[in-house]
T-cell receptor
Framework: GAVVSQHPSWVICKSGTSVKIECRSLDFQATTMFWYRQFPKQSLMLMATSNEGSKATYEQGVEKDKFLINHASLTLSTLTVTSAHPEDSSFYIC?????????????FGPGTRLLVL | QQQVKQSPQSLIVQKGGISIINCAYENTAFDYFPWYQQFPGKGPALLIAIRPDVSEKKEGRFTISFNKSAKQFSLHIMDSQPGDSATYFCAAGGNAGNMLTFGGGTRLMVKP
């Protein structure tokens, strides 16, 4: 149980284009999902918290107009990187919050590697 | 207040040995301390987690030791195997929003 998928796993795009990444909780409902980015050999950096049916909460320094998050259902959150540039190239990972109390367990997806040329 | 400090950054252990990774936190509001294992190119996978009401939790070869007064917790991997070679992240959570604060990670290499 508690499986989270991401699609696509790899994406290469040209500078200036937009890329959408999907995060799905496959066998449980998740009212809260999180989006992280991870640079090589570094830790996970929280970008935003996505709550079903409401606007995402972005961490300081993360441009909400550049990283659009939509959490339209209890099993799907999407991250759209708009007008992508080479510096946006990174490993993007989502997690879904399991329903195990106030300090719930986060289950992570396999990640999406984005390369912007 | 939100930092979680993890050490060492890298660790080399012989097969069969014990791997020990340490973490320290500042925020006393944290009440959930998970450890994640991440292989290259993959997402983190929950390994084991502990809450402050116990001082130790063991699952197979993996043990978390928790010292509430010192605000420290550690992961012990007994009988380390080459397949355990990965990056390990500690985290702390429990403040508003169920967010996790991650440590910097430890790259473990288990030599055969």
């Amino acid at each position: 149980g508690a499986v989270v998928s991401q699609h696509p796993s790899w994406v290469i795009c040209k500078s200036g284009t937009s890329v959408k990444i999907e995060c799905r909780s496959l066998d449980f409902q998740a009212t809260t999902m999180f989006w992280y980015r991870q640079f090589p050999k570094q830790s996970l950096m929280l970008m935003a918290t996505s709550n079903e049916g409401s606007k995402a909460t972005y961490e300081q320094g993360v441009e909400k107009d550049k990283f659009l998050i939509n959490h339209a259902s209890l099993t799907l959150s999407t991250l759209t990187v708009t007008s992508a540039h080479p510096e946006d190239s990174s490993f993007y990972i989502c997690s879904a919050l399991g329903t195990s109390g106030a300090s719930g367990t986060q289950y992570f997806g396999p990640g999406t590697r984005l390369l912007v040329l | 207040q939100q930092q979680v400090k993890q050490s060492p950054q890298s660790l080399i252990v012989q097969k069969g040995g014990i791997s020990i990774i340490n973490c320290a936190y500042e925020n006393t509001a944290f009440d959930y301390f998970p450890w994640y294992q991440q292989f290259p190119g993959k997402g983190p996978a929950l390994l084991i987690a502990i809450r402050p009401d116990v001082s130790e939790k063991k699952e197979g070869r993996f043990t978390i030791s928790f010292n509430k007064s010192a605000k420290q917790f550690s992961l012990h991997i007994m009988d380390s195997q080459p397949g355990d070679s990965a990056t390990y992240f500690c985290a702390a959570g429990g403040n508003a929003g169920n967010m996790l604060t991650f440590g910097g990670g430890t790259r473990l290499m288990v030599k055969p």
